[in-house]
Structure formats: C-alpha cells, structure tokens
C-alpha cells in the first residue's frame, strides 16, 4: 500500500515536472518570438503616439485603451485562427506572407526616408484628430486599421518561430504573444504621451529641484517622439531587409530544387502524353489569367476616361449633381484635378515610359529567340538570349525606380492623387509583375 502510494507521488511529480518544463519552453518560445518581432513592435509603439495628438490630456488614456483593445481584438479574433489555420493547410505560404510583409516594412521605412529628405513631416496615414466624439472614433478606427496591419506582421513573424510546435502549443505562443505585445506596446505608449503631462506638474510645484525636472521632461518628449520615429524607421528597414534576404534565398533554393526535379524527370523519360498536355494546359490558363489582368486594369482606364470623368463633369443625366457638388470641375483627362482639390502633375509619354516600354518589347523577342534555341538543342542561343533578357529586366527595373521617384518628387503624383494616380501606379505596376512572371 505504502509503495503503491509512493509510486503514485512519483507519477504525480513527474507528471508536474513535465508541465513546468512544457510551461518553461511555452514561455522561451514566446519570448523568442517576441524579440524577432521586435522591429515591428518599436515601430508601433513609433507610429501609435501621433494618433493622440491634438487630442484632450482627459482623453489621451481612454483613446490608447480602446485602440489597445482593438489591437487585441485584430490578434487573437482575426489574425491568430488565420495564422493558425494556414500554418497547419499551407505552411509555406508562411514563408511567402512573410515576405509580403518585409517587402511592405520595407517600402514603409524608404518612405519615411522619402519624407524627411523631402522636409516632409506630414503622415498621410494618421488621421487629423479634432475635438467631438466622431471625430475621436475617426482616429480610433484610423489607428485600429494600421495597427492591423502591424499586428499582423508580428504574429506572422512570431509564427515563423514557432511552426514546429505542436497545433495547441503554437496557439498557446502566438496568443501569449499578441497580449504581452499588446500590453507592452499601448503601455509605453501611455507613459510616452502622459511623460509631458507628467512634466508640467512637476513644474508647477513649489519644489525648485521638481520644477527643473518637469521642464526638463516637457523639453524633452518632442526629442524623444523624434528619435523613437528615428529607430522605429531603423527597425522597419532592418527587419524588412532581414525577412526579404531570408526569404528570397529560401524560395530560390525551393524554385531551384523544384526545377532541377522537372528537369531530371523530363530527361529521364518518365513524363507520360497526359502529364504534359497537363504542363500545356495549365500554362494556357496562366497566360489566360494574365490577359484578363491586363483587360481588368485596362477596362478599369476606359472606365474612368469616356465615363466616370465625364459624368463627374456632368454628362449624360448628371447635369444637375455636377452643379451642386462640383461646378468649377471641369471633365479633362488626365485627371490633374480632383474634384477633391488634390491637383498633380501629368507624367509625360516621352522620355522613360517610352523607353521602358521599348525594353519590355525587346526583351519578349529576346524571350522568344531564347525559347526557339531552347526547342533547337542551340545552347549557345539560349544562353545569349536569355542573358541579355536579364540584362534588359534589370535595365528596366531601374528606369522603372527611376520613373516612380520622379513621378513622386517631381510630379507630385501619388496613390492619393486621385483616379490618375492611382491608374498611373496600376498600369505600370502590372507591367514590373509581367517582367517578374516572364
């Protein structure tokens, strides 16, 4: 009986011993999760402060608390059952998320570089705060909405620490990741934007040595708001080159690999007649696709030049809705002019957009000639042709950078300057996709 209960106390304590250890290795993966998240976090807790300014001091606190609970709700509603659920069926879209995601960390600190170097402080992402209730759940939906986005960089990074786990392991990670990020970035956040309020009573006090300190930290904010911008601008870069290496080398040594195995099989002779007119169909449907991105974006031009510009202008039975809403609108394309106000500049024809569409041709020729050596046994062909197409995309690349910062700097032309801007960076956008597909 005695050795019976010995035994069982054994038992009992091996069994607590191993739910201490899986606790002890929940906690380390957690906590390496959250430091390979920890670019995106510095740079939340960068962008959140600006949401509250010109805000109440009474309204500071409450504002971060619902934005905090927004940003919770994004986490462990929204974005943890997705990541979850495509870790567990598609893994390795993981790896190709991931890289949307450092690509878009990385085009967000180029364009905070863009803005400084242009003098530009102004944040077209943060919503003007103003006094009144609708105007505060403006700003809270506006935060709410970015923060999303940020949110779900940090779990998908976190994810990529933990996808060896167990299912309920990785959830247990991922949902005590999101609330220790949650509560330390809307904690700082709310120390950050009281740390001035802080100082104007410490400098309203009777003591000489409190008043030197509370206008020492009201001096102070702006500088550190200035640097912690600085570093969350530093960190996006970091992090976003870091995932866009990784993950670019990973997905070549796959697309490599993937090859090398069609390859040998081909040559080998294990292709059945079924298995390439499988090959041949679905490249069909590929360039299919591609066409109907072409008419889609196209159609979408047509739309706004012969219809929706004209009836803005008040065309057809719009007379009346252009008196009221827009009567000094006056219906020309390009677009230069929002109805809106925003005004840009038109990007000329001549010059690079001519120059680039002429390598985008002769680079499909080349494309083609290599294609016909392939087919021929002409090695010396194929790599000829094939080089200078890769000469000619990277050729193109660069003007197309080239294009878009003048575009940008120059012309004023963004993504918010109305139906032409936005058809501007459509339109060319699908041509760099059409180099990357080719």
Request: glycine share 10%; hydrophobic share 55%.
């Amino acid at each position: 009986m005695a050795g019976g209960l010995v035994g069982l106390f054994d038992d009992v304590a091996a069994l607590a011993k191993l739910a201490a250890s899986s606790i002890d290795d929940v906690g380390a993966a957690a906590g390496r999760a959250s430091m390979k998240a920890a670019g995106v976090v510095v740079d939340d807790a960068a962008v959140t402060p600006q949401y509250v300014q010109g805000l109440a001091a009474e309204r500071e606190l409450p504002i971060i608390k619902k934005i905090a609970r927004g940003s919770l709700l994004n986490k462990l509603a929204f974005i943890l059952p997705a990541a979850i659920l495509l870790s567990e069926i598609a893994p390795t879209l993981v790896e190709i998320i991931l890289i949307c995601g450092g690509s878009f960390l990385a085009y967000e600190g180029a364009h905070k570089i863009l803005h400084a170097l242009a003098g530009d402080d102004h944040d077209h992402d943060v919503p003007v705060a103003m006094v009144g209730p609708e105007a505060e759940a403006a700003t809270v939906t506006g935060a709410v909405r970015t923060d999303f986005i940020l949110s779900a960089e940090i779990m998908v990074i976190s994810l990529k620490e933990v996808i060896d786990e167990p299912l309920v392991t990785r959830g247990i990670i991922l949902a005590i990741v999101a609330v220790l990020i949650t509560v330390v970035v809307y904690g700082a956040v709310a120390l950050i934007v009281k740390m001035d309020d802080v100082g104007l009573r410490m400098a309203q006090s009777d003591s000489e040595s409190s008043q030197r300190t509370g206008r020492s930290l009201v001096a102070a904010m702006p500088k550190v708001l200035k640097t912690l911008s600085v570093v969350g601008t530093a960190a996006m870069l970091w992090v976003g080159g870091h995932i866009l290496l990784v993950g670019v080398a990973v997905l070549l040594v796959m697309l490599v690999g993937w090859f090398k195995n069609q390859i040998d099989e081909s040559m080998a002779g294990l292709y059945s007649d079924q298995l390439g007119r499988s090959y041949r169909q679905g490249m069909s449907w590929f360039i299919f696709s591609e066409v109907m991105f072409f008419a889609a974006f196209f159609g979408a031009l047509y739309y706004a030049r012969f219809i929706a510009v004209p009836w803005l202008g008040g065309a057809s039975n719009n007379a009346m809705t252009n008196e009221v809403l827009w009567p000094t609108f006056e219906a020309m394309w390009p677009l230069v002019s929002t109805p809106g106000g925003v005004t840009t500049q038109e990007m000329s024809a001549a010059g690079l957009p001519t120059i680039n569409t002429v390598i985008l041709l002769i680079s499909s020729i080349t494309l083609h000639f290599a294609h016909v050596g392939l087919e021929q046994n002409k090695r010396k062909q194929l790599t000829l042709m094939l080089g200078i197409t890769i000469l000619l995309g990277c050729g193109f690349l660069f003007l197309q950078v080239e294009e878009y910062v003048h575009a940008y700097r120059d012309l004023g032309l963004t993504l918010q300057s109305g139906i032409y801007g936005n058809t501007f960076f459509m339109l060319t956008g699908m041509a760099l996709l059409k180099l990357k597909i080719k």
